[in-house]
């Protein structure tokens, strides 16, 4: 069984998720995340020795032939940019360097 | 001919393409119940009166010119988490303001080419994310048989669009109980078709091996004449399927003599409202007394389904909802001075996401982080194939199993916005149908002694909805 979910760690998963949180919403999710955490740990005392997981319940290759189709166009792409420069065809964001 | 919102949307398109009823009466009449009904409900986030008037008035024009179509100048409602060319759409979340989609969802274009009319975008949890529709950016759904209580979710707006009379018939998402439970609540028939039965292109996608459009309505016919609509392959969604659509309308009057319903007493034994238990054995000896045969079933790992259900949900919305960034659309927050790529993205989603979504993709992204894995998400992945194991074994022995659709009736708005598992418990009989793919439908079974409504749900075979639809409309009092 893994150990409590920290505050430290809360702030690490927020991290990842790209998210901002605030320092009530770190508390709030430390203690919320790890009563649902602590409530799914049932599932971990079940044998699932040799069962295959179901990640998708139709487990078949889906194919296709490799065509050329349409694609939106630029304009509708950029049509809800927040900021975007058309003229270039490109999506603006902040300075990355 | 005024209409009346009572009129079924069958009869509604057969005697708008004979001439006896006007499309944009039609139109008019659903509108202005809108406009009486809306304010104290709450079901829409968007009502798109002009461009649904033109609609109608087109269809009356072109009236008489070609055959039928099945759902000719009908008025529809779909969750505002389909897309809607040039109509706003925003899944009841602030990340999403201000988004104009370049193209509709599948569903939209097979109902307009059926003849429907898209009257509006209803309120839902934000991202489908919920099970109250309080979790949204546009205000809380309330429920039209009783105002303090919710509609259920996350399909509210949907279900209480329908339940109010402002359309005859809508269109949810079902991702772990999303149309049936709101069904449940407001006294209608919702459907959950099987995974792949319905495309899901332009759905915005919550959990994409769970998630499943389907329709909700006040007659197990009117939803069959939806779903007959919105179902078959879409060369657009990879995950859609090829199988045969049936003629759901030709099965919907053949009973339920000789049905084999099974039912696992010892999961719906636990904490069921006494109402709803009562609710659920009247409608089985109702159907023992149309000719069906009640058969005990097991499924031993169904009080597991929902662990399984939200770490498996979570995880899926944890990637799904990275694509929510500030840079291609919708909300991104103000660039405060210093600020680089990385924090505006990180504020935008902090700004731009509701406390429960923030809640599922903290949950995801933890299940699937390096270290626990294994421990959370594969082993949720390998109780799923349990069970649906189980319901394999049921169907030898069953053609469909019945629950309740809910523990409860409607609960009160803000009874269980504080605690999150509370709130995930109101879907322990839904989410297995998600799991496993299968086909479900909730159907009205009476009321509370508070006179609110009740559902019951049954689950089938793969790609079995007629006999679902054929065993909820054997329900229904004539």
Known sequence: MPTALTRADVARIAELARLDLTPEELDLFTRQLGDILGYVEQ????????????????????????????????????????DAAPEAGLFKVPRVL | MAASPVQTARRMAVDIATGAQSAAEICRAFLERIHVEEPR????????????????????????????????????????????????????????????PPYSATVVERLESAGA?????????????????????????????????TPG???GGSAAAVAAGMVPVSLGSDTGGSIRQPAAFCGLVGVKPTYGRVSRYGLLAFASSLDQIGPLAHTAEDAALVLQVIAGHDPRDATSSSETVPDYLAAIDRGVAGLRIGVPRAFVGNGVDRDV????????????????RIVDVALPHAGHAIPVYYLVATAEASSNLARYDGVRYGHRAVSRQGDGLQQMYDRTRDEGFG????????????????????AYYLKAQQVRTLLRQDYEQAFDQCDVVAMPTTPTPAFKLGEKTDDPIQMYLSDVFTVGANLTGLPAISAPAGLSADSLPIGIQLTGRMFDEATL??????????
């Open chain 1, 43 to 82: 599932i971990r005392d079940l044998d699932t020795t040799g069962v295959a997981p179901t990640s998708h319940v139709l487990n078949r290759p889906v194919e296709r032939p490799d065509l050329v189709v349409t694609p939106l166009s630029r304009p509708d792409a950029l049509a809800n940019a927040p």
């Open chain 2, 153 to 155: 979710g996350s399909s």
């Open chain 2, 41 to 100: 409900i709450g079901a829409f986030n968007l009502v798109a009166d002009e461009r649904a008037l033109a609609r109608a008035r087109a269809i009356d024009a072109e009236r008489g010119r070609g055959p039928g179509l099945p759902l000719l100048g009908v008025p529809i409602a779909v969750k505002d988490n389909m897309c809607t060319a040039g109509v706003p759409t925003t899944a009841s979340s602030r990340i999403l303001r201000g988004f104009v």
């Open chain 2, 355 to 374: 406390a429960e979504v923030k809640r599922r993709i903290m949950l995801g992204t933890y299940v699937l982080s390096a270290g626990y894995y294994d």
């Open chain 2, 469 to 478: 639809l054929a065993a909820a409309r054997s329900l229904e009092v004539d």
């Open chain 2, 277 to 292: 238990q009562q609710a659920f054995d009247d409608a089985l000896a109702r159907w023992e007394g149309a000719g069906a």
């Open chain 2, 117 to 149: 009319i898209v009257i509006g975008k209803t309120n839902m949890d934000e991202f489908a994310m919920g099970s109250s529709t309080e979790n949204s950016a546009h205000g809380t759904t309330r429920n039209p048989r009783d105002l303090t209580r």
